[in-house]
């Protein structure tokens, strides 16, 4: 694929995720209707109407590409691109009122997440990016932080207790102790504070793809860090670690309990 090519798919993934972020401040800090999925995870007429809006810009500029959302599912399956929609990653954020939810928009490419564009529509952020094309934060490029030693990183979590309930518990409290601060900026707001240098370590213990697909390419060009709590660069892991690079292998072999 062409430089060309991936910047005009860069663009219109940042295009859908912009206006999906618009449709959510509409219903942010108001009160907006929840109802609870078969999962007991929460979705509104946000959600919704932002991933249909996102679903109809698609379908009119690449009828032949699959989309995978997470309210509504897939369609065409095997196609060569496949278009990953997360309307709002924060969903338990936004109807609290809190401005760290995220509109998620990736793209793979048989299989291979190669654009990234996650909007964050309170703070008025927008954060990009293509293989081979570098991270932009607002239109400026942004790098991960450069911190060299686990005691002085700042980690970040979206669920303490999904830790424990998920067999992390132990890999989780070794790796706070030795951390210099542990926080709860959570869900993909957390990675991308990886992604912009704001902080050096990023933990979930349960993911989906739609939760993953537009991270990997901007984490990895911001020179930082996506994978699953083994290691492995991967939207199917089930859980995610981001980290600054430099962090990778100290995290992995405390997480191992590695001497």
């Known amino acids: ?81 496949r278009w990953i929609l997360d309307p709002i990653d924060g969903t338990k954020s936004f109807v609290a009122g809190v401005p ?8 793979e490419r048989e299989g291979v997440p190669v654009v990234g564009a996650v909007a964050i529509p309170p703070s008025n952020e927008l954060i990009t990016a293509a293989l081979g094309q570098g991270c932009l934060w607002n239109g400026r490029s942004v790098r991960a932080s450069r911190t060299t030693d686990l005691a002085q990183a700042v980690i970040s979590t979206t669920d303490v207790q999904h830790m424990y309930e998920n067999d992390k518990g132990p890999a989780f409290d070794r790796l706070r102790s030795r951390a210099r601060m542990v926080r709860g900026w959570g869900d993909a707001y957390g990675h991308m504070l990886v992604a912009t240098g704001r902080i050096d370590v990023m933990l979930d213990a349960l993911m989906s793809p739609w939760d993953c697909g537009a991270l990997v390419p901007i984490l990895q060009e911001a020179g930082a860090t996506f ?33």
């Open 1 to 81: 694929m062409s430089h060309e090519d991936l910047s005009s798919l860069r663009s219109f993934a940042a295009e859908l995720a912009y206006l999906a972020g618009r449709v959510t401040l509409r219903y942010f800090q108001t009160d907006v209707g929840v109802e609870l999925k078969e999962d007991n995870s929460p979705v509104t007429t946000a959600d919704r109407q932002a991933e249909r809006l996102m679903r109809e810009l698609i379908e009119q500029r690449y009828p032949h590409h699959s989309i995978l959302g997470e309210e509504e599912g897939e369609t065409r399956p095997g196609a060569n691109f």
């Open 100 to 107: 760290m939810y995220t509109v998620l928009v990736g793209l």
């Open 227 to 259: 994978t699953d709590w083994n290691g492995i660069t991967t939207i199917y892991g089930g859980n995610a670690i981001s980290t600054n690079g430099v962090l990778l292998e100290q995290v992995m072999k405390t997480i191992r309990d590695e001497a």
